[in-house]
């Protein structure tokens, strides 16, 4: 995987762009920290969403459900705010109410 800087990537961008187009991925970096990466967008499809699955399974980064979920799980309501509040309101109360 091919590595450039954000001031590379402005200046020769048209020639990363034909890089990805031929199958690499850039890493764009800041500092010598890795920001953003440069792909295809003609990858991404089930396929690759499945093959990314399969990678995260094998690491240990997730496990795949082996039965559906609990009917009753799918049918709950979700509760419902006490105030209308923010996002981060809402997830402070959910910590002190311990769900």
């Keep these: 995987m091919k590595r450039a800087t954000i001031t590379q990537a402005k200046n020769q961008l048209s020639a990363l762009i034909d890089r990805v187009r031929h199958g ?3 890493t764009i ?3 010598g920290r890795p920001v ?3 792909v295809s ?3 991404g499809g089930p396929a690759d969403s ?3 699955l399969a990678r995260l399974e ?3 980064g997730l496990r795949r459900a082996t039965a559906p979920p609990p009917k009753a799980l799918i049918l709950r309501k979700l509760p419902k705010l006490k105030k209308p509040s923010g996002v981060l309101d809402a997830l402070l109360e959910e910590r002190r109410e311990g769900r």
Excluded: K, M, S, W
């Design 29 to 31: 970096t800041d500092r």
């Design 41 to 43: 967008a003609l990858t």
């Design 58 to 60: 094998r690491r240990g």
């Design 50 to 52: 499945e093959g990314r």
């Design 36 to 38: 953003a990466r440069l």
């Design 24 to 26: 690499e991925t850039i």
